[in-house]
């Protein structure tokens, strides 16, 4: 058993096995598919002709790809938004005539020739985007339509112009530089295509525009209900597709100068199926730049591999056409199971050895008792959910509640309550700063000030991204317990990077170190990490010294100290390592001696659990969140220790009946008043030998 | 090889035998609250076995014997070692003791002792002249059926002995813990509790009559033109996942407490270090009744086909847990509830 033991313990620590969920809630996870796709078309035409990757070869293909790759991102912006552009084909084939008639014919400066090339773009999007932006147009009938009118202009120009056009001589290095020439090493195609994506891939992640085109695609109802101009939205994005395909074309006018009435025939067929092959939604809302870029890559070592093997025109087709339709299929059961396979894999439990628990039975200082028995209840079924409670100078009574409120209860009775503040997250830790003002760590927003005028501000909502991690762990998900240092530094805990206010014990079947404390300095205005990889870090208080803080890890079962300052700074020291439940809020008795809530009890079955992570694994598996084996968070003590780490008493309800969930008290003028997250109450309970003037504002900060 | 292979899959996908589903409490079997609404309750610690025996209502709690006279209850008598289990004997009572012997207490075959040497009884009947027994278990006592689940074992037997006298004859056995049997002429339908269904043993081979329980299914006694059947713990996803893990099985079975195991029990939420699953986290204060719960009461109505046609509920947050007997008497359906030691009636609607 120790060897399976030893094995195990070794396996959970170096496995990473929380990256596979990780990782599949990245969006750009969608690409694998593709990107195989392409690596395997890749490997087939190698293996088939050795000398088509040459670099005579490459540098051919690259430039085609360039004006390619311009035409399936302009299509990707559109479907992005959830339309559809059949008449990339068409503009690309203007764009060509257009810029070879202006120059040869019309005799324009370069510049000029570029800018009424793309406008002639700009203009055919336009009316695309008119149709179906603003007239409500169905996008796929009508730029259909624009396809024909585009191609049939283009048919008229080509009979008035194509003889003027192949009989002058161009004389303009410029006109020839974009087909012909190289930037960077490159054909310029090729950057302008890169230089491109980029820019697209910046705007769709980064920008505002960018959302909104992504908002609009994945839902135009929600996007118009929250005032997203949605038509023009929608608009602007066949503009934009239009001036690409205008640009694609004056390239290949730049390339080989011809204007022949085969142009740009088909081509949106096979610009379709890259952006659909690199993992582009065709019902919109999620494609990106990569993405096109994948399919492009794809389709055009496919087209140009098949047509040097010897494939025939005909079954070229066929071959892009059956592609095309694997590629949607595969698009759609990707879609379909990605969340399935995501919520299977997600929770990954590891190895967790406790120490063993000490009894709770006479003899032991965790014996049961019934200390807590005459609790009177406050706010009974007024209140849901008071995780933290504390008071202010006058006695009044802060609690937060499940629905974002900060509740106050006035004194001296407690019967009347109003609404403080509505914060609009979970209110859980609180601390009154020095000036009086209320410091609140809200789980799924971070760290937030109510000043005396009630006004709820923003201290921080984010730290040091760290480099290795897989998640964006920069967001504050579950800012837990605070307190503050005598500068004014606020030390607070984040149970968990991985889970949800909401899942808070689903942490539990993992008892990974997934949370950390943060320390945000006002005076600099900087947050930062202080601590990483703790088990669900959760209660901080600042020990009477000034120098350090206990903080307590609920799935460790432990109080550790950490000192920020001082001769040990930067030190953690483990005060009580083995507790007989799940420890939660700490925070200052009178005497000098610290309170801590212990939330739940550790069952034996679930210890046994704890160390065999597999079992935990499938059972998230294979059975509903109901039925999980959870910690037992249906009874709860108090427990008081002083700095050694020395257990000096433990309240206990033995029914459980007067108060059941325990996770925070606090000691106000000789009562302790007590909290629970899942309750409907705030225990108040007289204590005979407590000072009866102490207050923990005058403990932090020393106010008479 | 094949089959083999497609187990293999199973396990690892949790498909087929590896499939935790519980049927749901629906139709006939729809949860309520009748035992705990009762309005005849009387309290009995250790109360297991009912018998409604000549217009007379017995109970049977560890070594003692209780006889109802009206609404009082009086102790009849007391005896060594604990009571088994109580039956009808030709219009008497019948009573089987841990020790193995069965002694009939009254009627026309009063003073008669059978010596089974059988350890594990849980439930006997007579037909005629033939007295019919359950053995849960060759391995372990009655009162340590969860360690025969959770090694799940298969030893139970059927045995049937001539009341006239002759040699007890075992007619079945490898049966998943036997619990009740109930006898009509030569025919026998037997509960076979870890396999979670009722079974006909008239063949050789066992016919099932209803199969796939939401619970783990007891005693049965005839009443009218049907039975009743006790159902006395509740069948869990959790203990159905865990039955599933042999290693975690092991472990527990060797390293944790009995009380505390991840088990069907008869009474579960008395201590804080049992197990506690997601739904059961009391909510402002409050157990839902919904709550996954490792015990609740729960008695079925059978139909001459053995099909439930109507049952009678303790919920999870409910106060009649682990009903180990029911009885009709007097127009009135009694329930023996061992897990909460209360004995309850709920008027017979039929």
Known sequence: MALTETYLRWRYRLVPDHLAGEIL?????????????????????????PEFFNAASVGDLSRQWGEFALLVLALMIVMLAGGIDLSVGSTFALGNIVALALISVAGWPMWAVVLGTLACGAAVGLVNGVLVGYLRLRAFLTTLVTLIIVRAIVDMLLLKYSVAIAGGFIDS?????????????????????????????LVFSRSRAGWHVLAVGGSRRSAHNVGIPVKRVICSTYVISGIMAALAGLLFASRLGGAGADTGIGLEVTALTAAVLGGNSLGGGRGSAAKAIIGSVTVMIMVNGLVRIGVSAG????????????A????????????????????SPTFMDLPAAPETDEGSIYAVNDKLHPVEKIGLDAIDGPEDVILDEDDNIYAGNRTGDIIRFFAPDYTRQEVYAHTGGRPLGMAFDRAGNLLVCIGGMGLYRITKAREVERLTDETNRSWLSVIDDSRLRLADDLDIAPDGRVFFSEATVRYEMHEWPVDCLESRGNGRIICYDPNKGKTHTVLKNLVFPNGICMSHDGQSFFFAETW????????????????VEVVIPDLPGYPDNINRASDGTYWLAIVGMRTPSLDLAMRMPGFRR?????????EWLYANINTGCVVRFDETGRVLETLWDKGGENHPMITSMREHKGHLYIGGINNNRIGRLKLDWADPDWTGSQSYWRRS | MIERFSRLLDSFTGRGEAAVTVPPLDGALRANRALDEAATRFAMPGVDCLASVDGRLYAAAGAALAEWDGA??????????????????????????????VMVETGPRAGAVFDTRLRCITAMAVSGNTLFLCNGSTEHAAGDWQKDLMERRATGEVWRIDLDGGKPERIAKGLGWPAGIVAEGSHLVVSEAWKHRLVRLDDATPVPVHSDLPGYPGRIVPAGDGYWLAVFAPRSQLVEFVLREPAYRRRMVAEVPRPYWIAPTLRAGRSFYEPLQG????????????APTLSSGFCVRLDARFQPVASLHSRADGVAHGVTSVVRHGGQVWAAAKGDGVVVAVEDRR
């Open chain 1, 315 to 326: 079954a070229n087709s066929l071959l892009l056409g059956l592609v095309l339709l694997a």
């Open chain 1, 173 to 201: 290095d410029a006109w020839y530089y974009p087909g012909e020439g190289y930037l960077l090493g490159m054909p310029f195609s090729v950057v302008v295509a890169g230089v491109l994506a980029i820019v697209i891939h």
């Open chain 1, 25 to 49: 809630s990245k969006r750009w996870i969608d690409n694998t598919i593709p990107l195989f796709i392409l690596l395997l078309v890749v490997a087939a035409f190698s293996t088939a002709m």
């Open chain 1, 556 to 571: 460790g079962c432990r109080v550790s100290r950490y000192y920020f300052d001082g001769p040990k700074a930067g030190t």
């Open chain 2, 72 to 101: 009082q209850r009086r102790e009849v008598r007391r005896v060594d070692g604990g009571i088994a289990c109580l039956a009808e004997c030709a219009g008497g009572l019948a009573v089987a003791l841990e020790d193995g012997r």
């Open chain 1, 618 to 626: 499938r059972m998230a598996r294979r059975i509903a969140p109901d």
């Open chain 2, 279 to 290: 739904g059961s986290v009391k909510q402002l204060g409050m157990l839902k009744p919904w």
């Open chain 1, 328 to 347: 949607v299929a595969i698009d759609v059961r990707w879609l379909k199971n990605r969340h399935k396979l995501l919520s299977k894999v997600y929770v």
